[in-house]
């Protein structure tokens, strides 16, 4: 690794279990069905303008994180969170309810039917690991083509249903009324094998075998991801580096008269049911509005100070970056900044990812950000001298 191993937690912030970072306390809101309605939005902006740093961010598993929050202010907070109707009553299954759903689904399909059912199973399932997750991609929209999640519904290339272990190539085949069957039977495998001690399914089927018949269909290819734009009734946006202003939010919601929010994997996010002009007003916003926006291409964590484990400051660099090589940038290619060699902005390759490692930085390219730099002690200055990736 490049930098020095930072700590790696075995599971995940959430709105009940915070985090402390290094400007503050770190809470994690899971929205419910991945759906926030306009006015609970407009509550959250409120809540994080008056006890975080007035950002909203979209986190790459399709959740709203707020953070620098005073310890002293998580209590109001949360009881805030709990009157928007963002927490589930029971904090057992809000610690549970780690859910990614398409974004594209609608009242009564499949992705929504097996959401619903799942979400109503939670407290039956086996005690999992902090953060196993689950996907739920079966409409028209990819989700785990984006975020990793231990286990996933998914449409096989024959358009059946399939549940998909996170590191396994193909799935098992389900009939529609046996879901929620087929995942207790993988989930009972998984804790039967050892899969407690491993954590997350992807490490655990590095020694464990899935039987046989549970391989048996290729999982379905997406033509392409989901992109800035109008989509029927309703708008995906994106934000420079996931960060959503609060004030400019509330504007966004105003102005477009949008009746919900839903995140995305990839840190974009759908307004639903949007008015005409919703495109201009929320370029006058300040968000992304077309695909070729060289900020969707360019990742950055918050860095030092406001991450306790970063190394080194992120996107005043990023921005930079944009700035002088965005026009450059073919599509398909990324550029990432990383506060640790975590990566938790873009937990994967890209075409030249920096880390940050006591102050300055070490550079690799097409690599990921805990492999082994081309260079290392790279300051702000060397950096901008770049001309291409």
């Known amino acids: 690794m490049s930098a ?39 509550g959250l902006c409120d809540l994080a303008g008056r006890h975080g740093n007035g950002l909203i961010d979209l986190t790459s598993r ?51 039917r097996i959401a619903t ?24 929209e990819p ?35 046996e879901a929620l069957q087929g995942l207790r039977e993988m989930l009972d495998w998984f804790i039967a094998t050892g899969g407690q001690d491993t954590g997350r399914m992807a490490r655990h089927l590095r020694h464990a075998k899935l039987p046989p018949d549970w391989l048996a269909a290729a999982p379905r290819s997406y033509a392409s991801l989901p992109k800035p734009g109008p989509s029927g009734a309703d708008l995906t946006l994106g934000a420079a580096f996931g960060a959503l202003e609060a004030r400019a939010m509330i504007t966004l919601l105003d102005s477009t008269g949008a009746r919900a929010l839903r995140p ?11 008015a005409d002009g919703a495109v201009e007003a929320a370029r006058d916003a300040g968000f992304i509005t077309t695909p070729d926006d060289p900020a969707l291409a360019v990742h950055a964590c918050p860095g030092a100070p406001y991450c306790a484990q970063a190394e080194a400051g992120t ?27 975590k990566g938790c902005a873009w937990p994967r390759a890209a075409d ?34 770049l001309t291409e990736f």
């Open 4 to 42: 020095a191993a930072p700590r790696v937690r075995g599971w995940c912030p959430g709105a009940l279990r915070p985090m402390l970072s290094g400007d503050g306390m770190l809470l994690r809101v899971r929205p419910m069905l991945g759906e926030v309605s306009a006015e609970a939005m407009r």
């Open 264 to 274: 995305m994997p990839g840190r974009l996010f759908r307004l639903m049911g949007v």
């Open 352 to 385: 030249l990812t920096l880390v940050g490692r006591h102050g300055a930085y070490d550079l690799l390219r097409n690599a990921a950000p805990w492999d082994t730099p081309e260079a290392r002690d790279l300051t702000d200055t060397d950096i901008l001298k």
């Open 62 to 112: 399709a959740n709203l994180q707020l953070r620098g929050v005073p310890e002293g202010d998580v209590t109001t907070l949360t009881d805030g969170l709990r009157a928007l109707g963002l927490l589930d009553p029971d904090p057992e299954i809000e610690s549970r309810r780690n859910i990614v759903i398409e974004a594209g689904w609608r009242p009564g399909d499949l992705s929504h």
């Open 117 to 140: 059912e799942l979400m109503g199973l939670l407290g039956d399932l086996p005690k999992l690991p902090g953060k196993f997750g689950f996907a739920i991609d079966t409409g028209a």
């Open 143 to 177: 989700a785990v083509n984006m975020v990793a999640s231990d286990v996933a519904f998914e449409l096989a290339a024959d358009g059946g249903l399939i549940l998909r272990a996170d590191g396994a190539p193909l799935g098992r085949r389900l009939r529609i009324g």
């Open 315 to 341: 996107r005043a660099l990023a921005r930079q970056l944009c700035d002088q090589l965005g026009p450059r940038l073919t599509p398909g290619q990324s550029l990432h900044v990383s506060g640790c060699a």
